[in-house]
Antibody, heavy 121, light 109 residues
């Protein structure tokens, strides 16, 4: 059974970098049948997919256009986890951030517990 | 980008049936997934591929999809079903390609 454990809450100032990790148990981050995703949720934007990393003989990344210039998602095979980095944050990046596994036909299961990120001057 | 529209709220008495809709252009041609999110918790998958039910999800949860509307039906509603529900599809021609609905709050009276 796959489980995802996220790092703790962050309070950031505008222009700083958001950094979160998602530790995986029960499956390898290098699995060739899964993709590892970041999704955020806010009252103004609802649930918003941000990007993913996955391994298919080599590593691939896909990012939403809305954050593509600011986002990096990296796997860490030594710790069996993956990370999210979002630079130049603004108050609009305030949200609960979730990691989630996608397998098969593109549904998300399971999800991490969520991490609150607040951006405020 | 592709848009999925849900009613903001649905109210239902215990033991009755709740019906939650998800509208999108030609959504019937796509696979729809549904998530339940209880207060302060992460979303949980309750239906995948229109009508598949993950292990551990009660048979009271069912899904259908046709035309421009997908539907999640909760039969014999219980107090513990009170939550927000979201539909989701994969749409390769959209950005982002993973699209979520606007969400429906189910209130058990």
């Amino acid at each position: 059974q796959v489980q995802l454990q996220q790092s703790g809450p962050q309070l950031l100032k505008p222009s700083q970098t958001l950094s979160l990790t998602c530790a995986i148990s029960g499956e390898s981050v290098s699995s060739d049948s899964a993709a590892w995703n970041w999704i955020r949720q806010s009252p103004s934007r609802g649930l918003e997919w941000l990007g993913r990393t996955y391994y298919r003989s080599k590593w691939f990344n896909d990012y939403a256009v809305s954050v593509k210039s600011r986002i990096t998602i990296n796997p860490d095979t030594s710790k069996n986890q993956f990370s999210l980095h979002l630079n130049s944050v603004t108050p609009e990046d305030t949200a609960i951030y979730f990691c989630a596994r996608a397998a098969g036909a593109n549904w998300f299961d399971p999800w991490g517990q969520g991490t609150l990120v607040t951006v405020s001057s | 980008s592709y848009v999925l529209t849900q009613p903001p709220s649905v109210s239902v008495a215990p033991g009755k049936t709740a019906t939650i809709t998800c509208g999108g252009i030609n959504i019937g041609g796509r696979s729809v997934n549904w998530y339940q999110q209880q207060a302060g918790q992460a979303p949980v998958l309750v239906i995948y591929n229109d009508r598949g039910r993950p292990s551990g999800i009660p048979e009271r949860f069912s899904g259908s999809n046709s035309g421009n509307t997908a539907t999640l039906t909760i039969s014999r509603v219980e107090a513990g079903d009170e939550a927000d529900y979201y539909c989701q599809v994969w749409h390769s021609g959209s950005d982002p390609p993973y699209v979520f609905g606007t969400g429906t709050k189910v209130t058990v009276l």
